[in-house]
């Protein structure tokens, strides 16, 4: 089956920088690639996703790229604020309707 | 109010006693799916399912079962097969897109203590 991963585990990054977490997956047939979000005490939500077909995508602050080759996609939050400090889940789909997710990335924005 | 629901929020159980999760949806979604969160691991797929009358086992459906008898609803039962029981239940819906799911929307979860 698909197996996620994703790093780091923690990211504490200075507010007006750039956060940037990486996750890899192992299989091949994948083709659906979302970030969800999941602040404290709430229930995660779709951020962005990315499809196989599409090697980039932003959308304001957050863009996410894919690298099919490598089995490789990254969310890279520019410019961050508070509000950005959250946990943050990347999944796979490999076209059966099951989406793995990684560990999470707890991300801290320092004022 | 449109949403997914899940109840109890807060549940505890003595060992080798069986439990039902509940959840419930008013999205007119297909999908639904049941996921597991512990510290530091993720969200961990325990049982999908498409449509009616039809679920796969995710990927630590050990310990755990399903029904789709309705499309709104998904509960989960947590058997007293299940050695860690112990974790945060959340569930979850979606549309059903040709290649992929669709956006998820989940539950505020379940919070699960065996004592």
């Known amino acids: 089956g698909e197996n996620v991963e994703q790093h780091p585990s923690t990211l504490s990054v200075q507010e007006g920088d750039s956060a940037v977490i990486k996750c890899t997956y192992s299989?091949?047939?994948?083709?659906?690639f979302p970030w969800y979000k999941q602040e404290l005490g709430k229930r995660p939500q779709l951020i962005i996703d990315?499809?196989?077909?599409?090697g980039e995508k932003k959308d304001q602050r957050i863009a996410v790229t894919l690298n099919k080759t490598a089995k490789h996609f990254s969310l890279h939050i520019t410019e961050t604020q508070p509000e950005d400090s959250a946990v943050y889940f990347c999944?796979?789909?490999?076209?059966?309707?099951?989406?793995?997710f990684g560990a999470g990335t707890t991300v801290t924005v320092r004022a | 109010d449109g949403g997914i629901t899940q109840s109890p929020k807060y549940l505890f159980r003595k060992e080798g006693q069986n439990v039902t999760l509940s959840c419930e949806q008013n999205?007119?979604?297909?999908?639904m799916y049941w996921y597991r969160q512990d510290p530091g691991q993720g969200l961990r797929l325990i049982y999908y399912?498409?449509?009616?009358?039809?679920?796969q086992k995710g990927d630590i459906a050990e310990g755990y079962s399903v029904s789709r008898e309705k499309k709104e609803s998904f509960p989960l039962t947590v058997t007293s097969a299940q050695k860690n029981p112990t974790a945060f239940y959340l569930c979850?819906?979606?549309?059903?897109?040709?290649?992929?799911?669709?956006?998820?929307?989940f539950g505020e979860g379940s919070r699960l203590t065996v004592l």
């Open positions: 979850a819906s979606s549309i059903v897109l040709p290649a992929h799911p669709g956006e998820l929307f």
């Open positions: 299989d091949s047939a994948s083709n659906y």
């Open positions: 990315i499809r196989s077909n599409v």
């Open positions: 999944a796979a789909s490999n076209g059966d309707y099951k989406l793995s």
């Open positions: 999205l007119n979604h297909d999908a």
């Open positions: 399912s498409q449509i009616v009358n039809d679920f």
